[in-house]
């Protein structure tokens, strides 16, 4: 989370701007003394010109990036008698703005703190300032008070947008309220969508851990083909895979992993050997045969007995007894038991290669270790 920018640019300046867009006590001197009680409120609204001076001397060395000597002035303002409750806020604004900058964050949050005691701060202002708050305690890991903080904001703003809300689950999150974490997130898809906005790859994700942690496997397949139409990537075919498994989508495991195979996204032995296994659970042997083979010869798959014998399989399920021969005579050499020699010969047998057929079964009885020995003197 960009914390900082939306700190910087979008609260603690609105704050900050508020200063100079009043302008001080003094400059309302010169003016017509007929005045309606609005622009009184406007004048107990502004600084004085001691206040303000200081504030603006402040505010330039802030600029000169010499936060220290701006906090020493303003920390000697905030103790001068007399200060009125608006240039407490603007002080205080600035102090938590100061100590921001210096990484100061428990001293920014007392800042922002007293800020909240002030009665005569204005509703604006203040939800700008819980909002802030809310930032604040959660990147000093203060979970709770921030989702408090944010129970409070949302009952200040009446028109939210979607990241306060993403902001709030991630709070819920943290101190592991993964149920809780549905409806924040959901809402911030939909305001999103009222505003014709764009809904983010990461509020996806985490709504997809939300329902994963209650187990709504339905939920969590749906979300899945949300992220790979959008923002399609290896891990959430993989995910929405593992969505049909738990769900018994047999039909539907297969061709997420066949997708994902189409688009060049298998990579590992693992993901080779599961594809080749759904091939041949779905009557498609033949496809498994010329994947196991073409990844044997990439070296992607390793030449062992195992892998031999599912290859040796995948051909015969496909009546493909002569490519199975190859991969039965590699399977057999690298066995210390002999069922792999029996079907090496009995697919010589049904390739019509009866000497071949003899020295394969002699050889499996040999090496021993046959489910059924009797049978295989049968075939001698």
Same mark, same amino acid.
């Given at each position: 989370?960009?914390?900082?920018?939306?700190?910087?640019?979008?609260? @603690?300046? /609105? %704050?900050?701007?508020?200063?100079?867009?009043?302008?001080?006590?003094?400059? *309302? =001197?010169?003016?017509?003394? $007929?005045?309606?009680?609005?622009?009184?409120?406007?004048?107990?609204?502004?600084?004085?010109?001691?206040?303000?001076?200081?504030?603006?001397?402040?505010?330039?060395?802030?600029?000169?990036?010499?936060?220290?000597?701006?906090?020493?002035?303003?920390?000697?303002?905030?103790?001068?008698?007399?200060?009125?409750?608006?240039?407490?806020?603007?002080?205080?604004?600035?102090?938590?703005?100061?100590?921001?900058?210096?990484?100061?964050?428990?001293?920014?949050?007392?800042?922002?703190?007293?800020?909240?005691? @002030?009665? /005569? %701060?204005?509703?604006?202002?203040?939800?700008?300032?819980?909002?802030?708050? *809310? =930032?604040?305690?959660?990147? $000093?890991?203060?979970?709770?008070?921030?989702?408090?903080?944010?129970?409070?904001?949302?009952?200040?703003?009446?028109?939210?947008?979607?990241?306060?809300?993403?902001?709030?689950?991630?709070?819920?999150?943290?101190?592991?309220?993964?149920?809780?974490?549905?409806?924040?997130?959901?809402?911030?898809?939909?305001?999103?969508?009222?505003?014709e906005l764009p809904a983010k790859e990461d509020w996806y994700v985490l709504l997809n851990f939300a329902y994963f942690q209650q187990e709504n496997y339905e939920k969590v397949r749906d979300i899945q083909k949300i992220l790979l139409v959008n923002w399609p990537k290896k891990r959430y075919w993989f995910s929405l895979a593992g969505a049909y498994t738990e769900l018994g989508e047999d039909n539907n495991l297969m061709g997420a992993y066949d997708a994902a195979h189409t688009q060049g996204l298998l990579e590992s032995e693992s993901e080779f050997l599961t594809m080749a296994q759904l091939y041949m659970q779905h009557e498609v042997p033949y496809k498994a045969g010329m994947l196991i083979e073409k990844e044997m010869a990439s070296g992607r798959v390793e030449k062992n007995a195992k892998n031999y014998r599912l290859l040796s399989q995948a051909w015969t399920l496909a009546s493909e007894d002569e490519k199975s021969v190859p991969a039965l005579q590699a399977a057999a050499k690298l066995s210390d038991e002999g069922e792999l020699n029996l079907r090496l010969g009995n697919a010589h047998l049904n390739l019509g290669q009866y000497d071949e057929c003899v020295i394969a079964i002699k050889e499996g009885i040999r090496k021993g270790g046959i489910k059924s020995p009797d049978n295989a003197q049968i075939s001698l």
């Open positions: 989370m960009n914390i900082k920018n939306r700190f910087i640019s979008g609260i @603690i300046l /609105s %704050l900050v701007c508020g200063i100079f867009a009043v302008g001080p006590a003094y400059a *309302a =001197q010169d003016e017509d003394e $007929e005045r309606s009680s609005k622009q009184k409120t406007k004048q107990a609204q502004a600084v004085s010109k001691e206040v303000y001076d200081r504030i603006e001397k402040a505010q330039l060395l802030i600029d000169e990036d010499d936060d220290q000597g701006a906090l020493k002035i303003l920390n000697a303002l905030l103790n001068k008698k007399n200060i009125t409750e608006y240039e407490q806020q603007n002080v205080l604004n600035y102090i938590g703005f100061v100590n921001y900058n210096l990484e100061n964050i428990p001293q920014a949050i007392d800042a922002y703190e007293r800020m909240l005691q @002030i009665p /005569s %701060l204005e509703l604006q202002v203040r939800k700008q300032t819980v909002y802030t708050l *809310a =930032q604040l305690m959660t990147m $000093e890991e203060k979970y709770a008070q921030a989702i408090t903080l944010l129970d409070e904001w949302f009952v200040l703003e009446t028109n939210p947008a979607s990241d306060p809300y993403i902001l709030y689950a991630q709070n819920l999150y943290q101190i592991n309220r993964y149920a809780d974490m549905v409806k924040p997130i959901e809402s911030a898809i939909a305001v999103a969508a009222k505003r």
